[in-house]
């Protein structure tokens, strides 16, 4: 997944009456109906989300079959800490993991290499290095977070950890640095 | 059929011997139970509709032959010669590194219906809707088992609670 797919959160659709339909027939027009009109408000927000500005809170796919929203906990917003679109990765796939059963949650930790890819392929005719290499070093910093919940809410983050203070007591902020450092 | 062996394994073995791992607490028996999964698989009990499908199946279909075996008069009067409970963590490799064992410790110690639902979600990464799905279950019930669950552990923890249950 590149950068940009990561940063264009889209926005969490809101719910949809449906339709009063009877029978099984009219429960699956109603739900291609939900979908269809997800669809269109996330093209309709696509635009807003680009450019790694968060304008809203995005929305989560589940891994099978259903689709649920997620409430993001905003306690968790810092300046380095945006929400991003959930990418489900797997444990295997994460640079850092953490399972807290005790607290009930578990993070999973991947520093944004596949970022550093699309920074060169951008980039490729630049000529000056300085650019560059600022342009690569500010997305090697970049750690994306998921944080699973006991009560089934799934959230994930963006973190800068350029901006993240060494001895913070913040919980996705303090993951991220762990991250960079088990990468 | 080698063809079909050789993908089950490579794709499941590890996972489903984990699963097995944490239910059974021996590297023998639970390898027993992975390939007899297998072998209902081979024969064709399972009628499989898709991926996702067929990986419910053959981890619910782990669980519940570990669980025959726990169950079975010949187990209850056995006692495992080749490891100690308190060792159970370390034969469970985990693709991923955790730092705390104790807690894994804790977990396999659980009774079993809050022991799967906890080591499904937490150690395997699996959603609660997937872990309902596994266990036939509602999705209600597996997050209060998560939730009682957990307060378990905390209690086995704090007061090193040593004792072991099926």
């Not at chain 2, 059974?24 to 064709?44: H, I, S, W």
């Not at chain 2, 080749?82 to 396999?108: C, G």
Request: proline share 2%.
């Amino acid at each position: 997944m590149s950068i940009q797919e990561v940063q264009g959160a889209k926005e969490a659709p809101a719910y949809q009456k449906k339709k009063k339909t009877g029978g099984g027939e009219g429960f699956q027009e109603s739900l291609l109906q939900n979908l269809r009109s997800r669809e269109n408000e996330e093209e309709t927000t696509a635009d807003s989300a680009q450019g790694g500005k968060r304008t809203k809170e995005p929305s989560e796919t589940a891994r099978i079959g259903v689709t649920g929203s997620v409430r993001v906990n905003a306690a968790m917003l810092t300046e380095a800490v945006q929400t991003v679109k959930v990418r489900h990765m797997r444990y295997e796939e994460s640079d850092h993991v953490e399972i807290a059963v005790t607290e009930g949650y578990t993070l999973k930790g991947k520093r944004l290499d596949d970022a550093e890819d699309a920074v060169r392929e951008q980039h490729e005719d630049m000529t000056d290095v300085s650019e560059y290499n600022a342009a690569e070093g500010q997305n090697r910093s970049r750690v994306y977070v998921e944080a699973k919940y006991e009560d089934g809410r799934v959230e994930a983050y963006q973190v800068d950890v350029g901006r993240v203070s060494d001895n913070t007591d913040h919980m996705i902020e303090r993951f991220a640095l762990e991250t960079v450092r088990e990468a | 059929m080698e063809q079909k062996w050789g993908y089950l394994a490579d794709e499941y073995r590890a996972m489903l011997y984990r699963i097995a791992f944490s239910n059974m607490k021996n590297r023998a028996d639970a390898e027993d139970a992975v390939q007899e999964t297998f072998l209902r698989y081979m024969k064709g009990d399972a009628p499989i509709q898709n991926k996702e499908h067929e990986k419910a199946w053959l981890i619910r279909t782990t669980i519940h032959i570990c669980l025959d075996i726990l169950k079975s008069g010949w187990y209850q009067r056995t006692v495992s010669l080749d490891e100690s409970f308190t060792s159970a963590a370390k034969n469970i490799y985990l693709p991923y590194q955790i730092r705390d064992d104790l807690t894994l410790e804790a977990v396999l110690r659980l009774p079993t219906h809050y022991r799967n639902p906890i080591y499904l979600f937490y150690y395997e990464d699996y959603t609660i809707h997937e872990i309902a799905g596994i266990l036939n279950e509602k999705e209600g019930t597996i997050k209060t088992r998560l939730r009682r669950g957990r307060e378990e552990v905390k209690k086995i923890l704090t007061e090193g609670n040593t004792e072991r249950r099926p």
